[in-house]
């Protein structure tokens, strides 16, 4: 066996060495992190409950608590990374218990690959688990985006072997390529993507050092892209999908994207810690102190025009080149050195990312531990609905939408589909994406559903109640008023719109809770 020609990973004997302040530090930082999780039954993510909801609908398929209204569809597609191993784990932990276990998996798998890609390009953990830390609670992250979640942190994992074998046998690259491009295909479809151009580029970076000879160069990245190529086709030959059709690039978006990344919940947050890490990089940067390696230019560079071409939305999934900044975040740090002048320098700048990763983090719980009431009490107003029921979701106001809203109430908007486990209910926006989730609505209830879409706002659904529709309708409301059997409208409670239509069972700070007692 030939030796690694990188140091190994050490930790000074002496305890007030600097860089035993900095590991313990990072774990101490790292523990404090994975609490929310911990500390709360759903995270208050957007997109959470409704993947939840997904959770309990596979798990109970095919049982006699099986929802009627919903039928399970499996194909050859991609994101599938939550739906194939929560169900197995529920058959252990419960769903709930199972879910939240693998958003704490996808966690560790972001932090950790973090630290093994820096790891084995470095031969030290340096960079890479701050970074990881203070981007753990991010704008795709906070908002629910597991299976990305999950998907990124694989492809971590799958970079770093990658660049282990870069120069030991072919087969064994190859090998371990084939293992992770199908891992990443199943578990989602943009985090291969991550995983392609990341090591796309890496390959390019080594043409330019005249590391590798073209043709090398051009085989090795053909043996990157065969085993996504061969799936791909595959995908079509089954009658598989990405997602639905449409794409939008909402180009004003990209230059604020940077300053909203940081933080999920807080706009002034997000833009202070963002602008104090942008400043703080660029003043080392110009210093010297901060230095991207070749492979690490031709990678800044490349993610930097990825986002800038890549659609918003591409397939029907939305904020698409939004991920492609935390990507970029969490692999660079392997591929750069940082070396500061003195102690209090690096002292300094210890605390200062510690800083900006304990401000975002008690934002998060600020969020979080205030929704656990809020979650219990929409969980008992599910006791009011009868079973087997259809259940629409409204809002009483417009808080805007991203980047600029106050997302402190998103949380909130996909709860109520819950019902779809605890009254065993129809709810229309529960996310049955073809191409995405393996769930379907049934034939009976599939005019009034929607694979993707949020509360409908209180006042198209009363103008519509008393005959004044405006133009350009959603067909799945049009006659609400017949076809669902009880309404939450989320938000703070407001006097009932339609008091001859609606019939008041339930008011909480967050929801309403009414019974459609009369159809017109």
């Known amino acids: 066996m030939v030796p690694s020609s990188k140091p190994p990973l050490t930790i000074p004997a002496h305890p007030g060495s600097e860089r035993t302040v900095a590991i313990i530090v990072l774990a101490v930082l790292a523990a404090v992190s994975f609490l929310p999780v911990l500390l709360t039954p759903i995270p208050a993510m ?76 470095k031969g030290r953990v340096h960079l890479a688990g701050f970074a990881a830390l203070a981007f753990l609670y991010c704008l795709p992250f906070s908002w629910g985006f597991v299976n990305f ?22 087969p064994l690259r190859f090998v371990a390529n084939v293992v992770f491009v199908a891992m990443l295909y199943v578990a989602h479809f943009f985090s291969l993507g991550i995983y392609g151009a990341a090591l796309g580029l890496f390959e390019l970076s080594r043409i330019q050092q005249r590391q590798v000879a073209y043709p090398v160069a051009a085989a090795r990245l053909g043996a990157l892209a065969l085993p996504a190529l061969a799936l791909l086709a595959i995908m079509h030959v089954s009658s598989g999908s990405i997602g639905s059709e449409g794409t939008s690039w909402f180009l004003g978006f990209k230059p604020v994207w940077p300053l909203r990344i940081m933080n999920g919940y807080n706009l002034t947050t997000a833009a202070a810690t963002g602008l104090a890490l942008m400043i703080a990089l660029l003043f080392a940067a110009r210093r010297g102190a901060l230095r991207l390696e070749p492979a690490g230019i031709w990678l800044a560079i490349g993610f930097a025009l990825l986002y800038l071409v890549i659609p918003s939305k591409l397939f029907g999934t939305s904020f698409v080149d939004l991920r492609v900044i935390p990507a970029a975040a969490l692999i660079l740090p392997a591929f750069c050195s940082l070396s ?14 510690s800083g900006i990763i304990l401000l975002n983090l008690t934002v998060v719980l600020s969020v979080w531990l205030p929704y656990r009431a809020d979650y219990a009490a929409i969980i008992a107003s599910f006791q009011k609905v009868d079973r087997g029921s259809r259940v629409l979701v409204g809002s009483s106001g417009d808080n805007g939408d991203p980047p600029f809203a106050d997302l402190t109430s998103y949380p909130m908007y996909y709860a109520p589909t819950l019902a779809v486990h605890y009254a065993n209910a129809f709810v229309p926006n529960l996310f049955t994406e073809t191409g995405k989730q393996p769930v379907r609505p049934s034939e009976a209830v599939r005019n009034i559903a929607i694979p993707y879409g949020g509360p409908v706002p209180s006042d198209l659904l009363a103008a519509i109640a008393k005959g004044q529709p405006p133009a350009g309708v959603p067909p799945f409301v049009r ?29 909480s700070e967050r929801f309403v809770l009414y019974r459609i007692r009369r159809k017109l």
């Open 46 to 121: 957007v997109d959470y409950p409704n993947h939840l909801a997904r959770m309990y609908i596979l798990s109970q398929s095919g049982t006699a608590n099986a929802n009627p209204h919903y039928e399970v569809a499996w194909a050859f597609y991609p994101n599938l990374g939550m739906d194939l191993l929560v169900p197995q784990m529920a058959r252990l932990t419960g769903v709930e218990n199972a879910t939240r276990l693998f958003l704490l998996l996808s966690q560790f798998l972001i932090v950790g690959g973090a630290l093994l890609l820096e790891w084995v390009r």
């Open 149 to 170: 979640e999950f998907g990124l942190g694989l492809a971590l994992c799958g970079i770093a072997v990658y660049l282990m074998l870069a120069d030991g046998p072919w």
């Open 340 to 353: 500061l002048p003195n102690r209090a320098w690096r002292m300094a700048a210890l605390a200062g990312i």
């Open 479 to 507: 006659t609400w008023y017949r076809d669902f059997d009880y309404l939450y409208v989320l938000g703070s409670p407001t006097a009932n719109p339609l008091p001859d239509l609606l019939e008041v069972l339930e008011t």
